[in-house]
Nanobody, 124 residues
Framework: QVQLVESGGGLVQAGGSLRLSCAASGRTASSYAMGWFRQAPGKEREFVAR????????YYADSVKGRFTISRVNAKNTVYLQMNALKPEDTAVYYCAARRLGSGSAYAQHYDYWGQGTQVTVSS
C-alpha cells in the first residue's frame, strides 16, 4: 500500500513558477514509477509528466515540455514537479500517481495509487 500527499500548489501570476511535491509513504514507495496528472474544471484528467523509479527515464506532455521538470529523490520518497513559465491554461488540480510496474505511463488507468490533489491557479 502506498499513500501519496501532494503539496506546493497555490496562486501565481502568469510567467511565474511553482514547485509541487509528492510525498510517498510505504516501504517500497521508491520502487514505483510516478506520474503527475492535472484536471481543470469541466475537463478530463490529463497527463503531465512521468518518471521511472530510477529516474533514468522521463516523459512530458507536449503542452508542458520545456517548461516543467519532473524529478525524484528516492531517499526522501518524494517526487517533484518544477513548473516554470506558467500560463493561465495550466490552472488545474494537480495529482501525483504511483505505478507498481514499468517505467511509468501517460495513461491514468495504468496507475495504482493517487494523491488527493493540490490546486494550482495561474492568473493572467
Amino acid at each position: 500500500q502506498v499513500q501519496l500527499v501532494e503539496s506546493g500548489g497555490g496562486l501565481v501570476q502568469a510567467g511565474g513558477s511553482l514547485r509541487l511535491s509528492c510525498a510517498a509513504s510505504g516501504r517500497t514507495a521508491s520502487s514505483y514509477a510516478m506520474g503527475w496528472f492535472r484536471q481543470a474544471p469541466g475537463k478530463e484528467r490529463e497527463f503531465v509528466a512521468r518518471i521511472s523509479w530510477s529516474a533514468d527515464s522521463t516523459y512530458y506532455a507536449d503542452s508542458v515540455k520545456g517548461r516543467f521538470t519532473i524529478s525524484r529523490v528516492n531517499a526522501k520518497n518524494t517526487v517533484y514537479l518544477q513548473m516554470n513559465a506558467l500560463k493561465p491554461e495550466d490552472t488545474a488540480v494537480y495529482y501525483c500517481a504511483a505505478r507498481r510496474l514499468g517505467s511509468g505511463s501517460a495513461y491514468a488507468q495504468h496507475y495504482d495509487y493517487w494523491g488527493q490533489g493540490t490546486q494550482v491557479t495561474v492568473s493572467s
